[in-house]
């Protein structure tokens, strides 16, 4: 849908949004980091006491991850949970417009190297957690291309860090909009010995596996599985994490290569794949619980 046909409504949501990430970017510029960070305040506070909206959409993982809190309980985790997406949203902006120095560590990056030395290609399953952009920027250091399979919406008014910032992008984008879903684009990377990263936590379309996520039945896409076993290369679960203002980490938590012989054991196998990544999600959301930006109902589906 192009800007010029969306409905009047909808054309004066983007516009007010794009002012608001205006107001933002230009408080980056003036003011850094901590600028921004100190507006977010009274725009979460403001958000949080008037929207009910927002506590619907995190009420189903916040609910999951935090059983025995209570109503205040379970507010303070919404509001450190928004928090803590805002400040990812800022920090991906000043890494952009201010090219920001964001220090961080990388866990299992020569295991990573190695299995792309392979030549067989990876599959890098990824998941919306911590500031994972700041992952994808630091991967142009691999000994490969790199290509990440994701919808990508030029209009939007929430600006990637690589829409912001001047020079080469480090990771070419296949749209998941665009034909067979950018499968076929995916495929030929991988052939090449290229690297392809994929989000796994959010089915939009297709072909889906369920597994067990808290405690509850959740459907994921197999996309991921089903790309890397075609080809015979592996598939690497890689998350980052925020651990402070300035500092991130990177770290590579699991690897195995999905195989099959017939379609029965691809069912299976994609299955296992899928069940595996949730455990390191589950891992993960240990570690980090407000930093899975989940908003919407993960296991209605």
């Known amino acids: 849908m192009t800007p010029a046909s969306r409905p009047l409504g909808g054309r004066l949501k983007i516009r007010l949004e794009a002012l608001g990430h205006g107001i933002f970017y230009l408080t980056l510029r003036l003011f850094g980091q901590l600028g921004a960070y100190l ?3 009274p725009v979460i506070a403001a958000y949080a006491a008037t929207s009910r909206k927002i506590g619907r959409k995190t009420a189903p993982y916040l609910s999951r991850r935090f059983p025995s809190a209570g109503r205040p309980g379970r507010w303070l985790a919404m509001i450190r949970n928004l928090t803590s997406f805002g400040q990812v949203l800022v920090d991906r902006a000043w890494l952009g417009i201010k090219d920001g120095d964001l220090r961080g560590e990388f866990i299992g990056y020569q295991q990573l190297e190695e299995l792309v030395n392979r030549g067989r290609g990876v599959v890098l399953l990824t998941a919306h957690v911590g500031n994972w952009q700041t992952a994808l920027a630091r991967l142009d250091s691999l000994p490969t291309r790199v290509h990440a399979l994701m919808r990508y919406d ?17 990771f070419e984008i296949i749209d998941s909009e665009g034909p067979w879903g950018g499968m076929i684009e995916a495929t030929a990377a991988l052939q090449r010995g290229e690297v ?6 959010r089915l939009v ?20 599985y089903f790309l890397a076993g075609s080809v ?10 925020k651990t402070g203002r300035k500092s991130y980490q990177l770290r590579v938590w699991d690897s195995w290569y999905p195989r099959w012989e017939n379609r029965e054991q691809r069912a299976e196998a994609c299955r296992n794949s899928g069940a595996r990544f949730a455990k390191n999600l589950q891992e993960y959301l240990d570690e980090y ?10 296991w209605q589906q």
């Open 205 to 224: 379309k297709g072909s889906a596996v369920t597994v067990d996520l808290l405690g509850d039945p959740a459907r994921i896409p197999e996309a991921a």
């Open 39 to 41: 507006l977010l305040l």
């Open 154 to 170: 030029q209009e939007a008014a929430a600006k990637h860090y690589f829409d912001l910032r001047d020079g080469r992008r480090p």
């Open 289 to 298: 619980p407000h930093q899975w930006y989940n908003f919407y109902d993960f």
């Open 196 to 201: 392809v990263t994929i989000m796994g936590d």
């Open 232 to 241: 015979g290369a592996p598939v690497v679960v890689m998350f980052a994490a």
